[in-house]
Each structure stands twice: as structure tokens, then as C-alpha cells.
């Protein structure tokens, strides 16, 4: 998770920056930060929070500059620290360097040790931290050169900016997990995690930065290198990104997030069509599958739970503690609407169990006749290592329970989970460039388990 914007040859850059990080608050609510080039040198704000309880006008002003990157948190290595809110900030060689990374490395810990071991000061818990420290080893071969040799290092998931004084350099690993798109502004560039940004900022898509690819952006304009000689790796772009993170009016890895999704609730339906009073989803992130499911069933669509919109989305707050109560003050059901009816509940994922538990519960004290719960991916069973908070295997509940076993903690009618195939179908021509281990535990490279004892537990 988190997010990311750059922009590069606009006046007030920091500005656009901060509207950019605004339609992206969804990937990343624990910090955010800008850096801008002011024509000297870089210059950096950042801090725990939202975007607009980080940043003002007052403080915008004081990052001047055509030049700038930004990036929202949610941590998923490093605690919640304002040490570890990005853009992560160094002086090298007489040179200001910025860096904002989106994915998680998986190699980060065997790195740090050798980087240590050689020498080098660690700041923070981060592992774009590691990012940094490589880029800066090789610094006086070059920054093409330097970035490349760091590529090389790095295994895992980044999508990242990366700002050294007036030169903005985006590059992304050869998996592709993250998204990262590029595009045209008032004869300036642009780049954003998710194209939600560029909507709103009036920028024009070009196109993804490829996986594998570093893409220079200076007085020159955008030139591109690609630093892997081999064949690409086979593309594994993270499709939980369009199961529930990204935002369905965005485009990532070039499809549109809302098409997908509906997708997945018209494969709901082909494999498990139910009849029932109305199709209801928990919103937001099962809204676009039950309307994928209410089209092709025919039955009405309708919100039997009414959402908060002032709360944010409640898997954020890091602590069980909140994490509850964040749930009973998120979503209501509307009672009268509700009651003595057979209802059909769709949500885009069950991961520890517990929210929907919750969510269930107060369905079935709303007076549910029946409830049939509909899940738009199959069972969650292993552990994210590429920038999704899942936890631990221990704590998804389809690690260590099946289907049967969940409904009846669940205590519902029905529990359906789309099928494999099911989602591969719904991605279209993408089936054969995703990530699916969160599903099936093959992962796409080979991950430093050493330090992670759950998933030998699990394999
Ligand atoms: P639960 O019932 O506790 O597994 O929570 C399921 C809800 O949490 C679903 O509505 C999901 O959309 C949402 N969710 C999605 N991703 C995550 C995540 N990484 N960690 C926790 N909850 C998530």
C-alpha cells in the first residue's frame, strides 16, 4: 500500500502534489509528504495524518518549485513513525536526493544486514530506506547507472520516485506488482500510482512505466533505460489491487478498476446464482461486484447498510482495539428494510473474519430472515510479502478454516467464494500477468522467509 505522485516541469508543483495525494488518500492514511526541488536544492514536508490534516496553505507555499514528489503511507514494513513517512530525504555527495516507493521488498533484511556491515547509518525501519542507501553507493558512477545497480540488489515489489535535486527518476520492478502511470501536463509529466490523479489534475495518460523500467525526466524530457538484460520477468501485477485496493474510477496495469470488478460480481453470479429479496453489498468495496451480480440476476440492488463516509477505512487503524469499534461506528443497517427478508450480501474479500462478523451480526439484529454472503475472490490463505497488509498466515481465517467452518462461524446460510477461474476471467487478457499468491502460496520470486516464521508454518 501507499501512494504515490511526481511531477515534473509544472509551476506550484507542490499544489498539484497535494490534490494528487488527495484522490489517493485511499491507498495510504497513516502519513504524507512532499518534496520539491526550489531550483537549489530539495525541500521536504511531511507528517502522521491525512493529507489535509498535513498539509496547509501556508505550508505548501514553503515548498516552491516545478519539481516535486509526493507520497500517502499506510505501513506495511516499518511502524507507524514520523521517521518513517516519505518521501525519505538525504544529502550525498552536494547532491539532494528524495525518494517516495510503493511495494515491499523482500529482500530488504539480508540488505540492510550487508549494507551495515559495510558501514552504512540506518534512520528508520523502512525498507525504501534500503532503496536509498544502494542508489547512493553507486552515485558517482551516474544515476542511470546508479539506480540500475541498485534494480539489480533489490528483489520485491516498488514502484518508485525517486527526485535527485532537479532530475525526477521514476522506475518499477520487472514483476510489475505495483501500479504506476505516466502523463502529460501543461507541457510538463506527471506520475501517480492510480490514474484517479491525473483525472483530477487534468493530466493527460500516456502510458504505465513499464516494469523494469527507469524513466529519466529532465531538461531533456523523458528518456527511458531498461536495465535488466534478460527477458522480463513474468508479470505479476498485484490483482488484489483490483479486487479491493485501487479505485474504481482509476486505471491500473491499463484496465479500468470499476469494469473488473463488476466482472467479478457477473462470475459470482454465473457460479452461484441465488434468489433472494435484493442483492446488498457492505460498501464501498463489495459495491461494484453486487451491482456485477444484481445486473446479471436481475434483482434489485439496494443498500441495506449505510456507510459513515467520515470514518476511514477501518483495516487502517493499525490496533485490534479500534479496529472494532471503528467497525460498529462504519456501517448501519437500515433496520426497517432489512427485516424478515432473505438477503443477499456481497463484499469484495474476507481476510481475519472478524469486520464481516461484525458487519453479519448487526444484519441479522436488523431481523435477516436469511443471509447468503457472497465474497468477489477466493479464500485468502497466504500472506502478502508485495505490499498488501495481510497478516500473518495465522490470522486469515481461510488459512486454517474451510469454507463450512467459516459460514458456521460466520452463522449465515451461505458462504460462496469466487472461484479461481473466476477471477482470472475477470481480468481478461491480464489472467496470465497477476499475482495470485495470496490465494494459491505460489510465489512469483523467492521470498527471505528466514525472519517470517508463519509461512513455513503454513507451506
Ligand atoms: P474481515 O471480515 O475482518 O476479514 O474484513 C473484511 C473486510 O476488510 C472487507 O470488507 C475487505 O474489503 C477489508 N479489507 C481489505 N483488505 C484488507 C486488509 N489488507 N486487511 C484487512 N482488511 C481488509
Redesign the pocket.
Known amino acids: 500500500m501507499c501512494g504515490l505522485v511526481g511531477i515534473y516541469g509544472v509551476p506550484e508543483a507542490s499544489k498539484y502534489i497535494y490534490f494528487g495525494l488527495y484522490s489517493l488518500q485511499h491507498r495510504g492514511q497513516e502519513g504524507a509528504g512532499i518534496a520539491c526541488f526550489d531550483g537549489k536544492k530539495i525541500r521536504e514536508y511531511k507528517n502522521l495524518g491525512l493529507v489535509s490534516e498535513v498539509f496547509n496553505e501556508k505550508i505548501l507555499q514553503e515548498l516552491p518549485g516545478e519539481i516535486a514528489i509526493g507520497h500517502v503511507r499506510y505501513s506495511t514494513t516499518g511502524s507507524s513513525t514520523l521517521q518513517n513517512v516519505q518521501p525519505f530525504c538525504v544529502t550525498f555527495a552536494r547532491k539532494t536526493l528524495a525518494l517516495a516507493h510503493n511495494g515491499n521488498l523482500v529482500n530488504a533484511h539480508t540488505l540492510r544486514c550487508e549494507l551495515e556491515e559495510e558501514g552504512h547509518i540506518f534512520q528508520t525501519t523502512m525498507d525504501s530506506e534500503v532503496i536509498m542507501h544502494l542508489v547512493v553507493k553507486y552515485l558517482r558512477e551516474g544515476l542511470v547507472t546508479a539506480i540500475s545497480k541498485a534494480m539489480q540488489r533489490i528483489k520485491g515489489a516498488y514502484s518508485v520516485l525517486l527526485l535527485c535535486d532537479n532530475v525526477l527518476v521514476a522506475f518499477r520492478d520487472p514483476w510489475g506488482f505495483r501500479p504506476l502511470a505516466l502523463g502529460m501536463i501543461n507541457g510538463g509529466y506527471a506520475l501517480a500510482s492510480e490514474t484517479c490523479a491525473f483525472d483530477l489534475l487534468g493530466v493527460e495518460y500516456l502510458r504505465d512505466v513499464a516494469p523494469g523500467e527507469i524513466l529519466v525526466i529532465d531538461e531533456n524530457g523523458p528518456k527511458s533505460y531498461f536495465p535488466f538484460e534478460k527477458e522480463p520477468q513474468p508479470l505479476a501485477h498485484c490483482i488484489f489491487e483490483f479486487i479491493?485496493f485501487a479505485r474504481p474510477d482509476s486505471l491500473i496495469f491499463q484496465k479500468n478498476v470499476y469494469t473488473v470488478r463488476k466482472n467479478l460480481g457477473f462470475n459470482l453470479y454465473k457460479e452461484c446464482p441465488l434468489s433472494g429479496a435484493f442483492i446488498m453489498p457492505?460498501p464501498d468495496?463489495g459495491t461494484y461486484a453486487a451491482l456485477g451480480y444484481a445486473q446479471a440476476s436481475g434483482l434489485p440492488l439496494e443498500f441495506g447498510v449505510i456507510r459513515n463516509h467520515y470514518i476511514g477505512r477501518t483495516?487502517i487503524q493499525p490496533s485490534e482495539k479500534l479496529r472494532d469499534l471503528s467497525v460498529k461506528m462504519k456501517l448501519n443497517p437500515v433496520k426497517d428494510f432489512i427485516r424478515g427478508k432473505e438477503v443477499i450480501v456481497i463484499?469484495?474479500?474476507?481476510?481475519?473474519?472478524?469486520?464481516?462478523?461484525n458487519r453479519i451480526k448487526s444484519i441479522k439484529l436488523a431481523g435477516a430472515k436469511k443471509i447468503h454472503f457472497l465474497i468477489s475472490c477466493p479464500p485468502l490463505r497466504y500472506p502478502c510479502f508485495f505490499g498488501?497488509?495481510?497478516p500473518q498466515a495465522k490470522e486469515l481465517?481461510a488459512a486454517k478454516h474451510s469454507v463450512e467452518e467459516i459460514r458456521k462461524f460466520l452463522d449465515i446460510d451461505t458462504l460462496y467464494y469466487l472461484s479461481l477461474e473466476g477471477l482470472l476471467d475477470s481480468v481478461g487478457d491480464l489472467r496470465d500477468k497477476v499475482c495470485l499468491a495470496c490465494f494459491t502460496g505460489n510465489y512469483p520470486l523467492e521470498v527471505d522467509f528466514s525472519f517470517r516464521k508463519d509461512i513455513t508454518e503454513i507451506k
Open positions: 479491493y457492505f468495496s483495516f463484499d469484495d474479500s474476507l481476510v481475519r473474519g472478524t469486520t464481516s462478523k498488501i497488509d495481510f481465517i
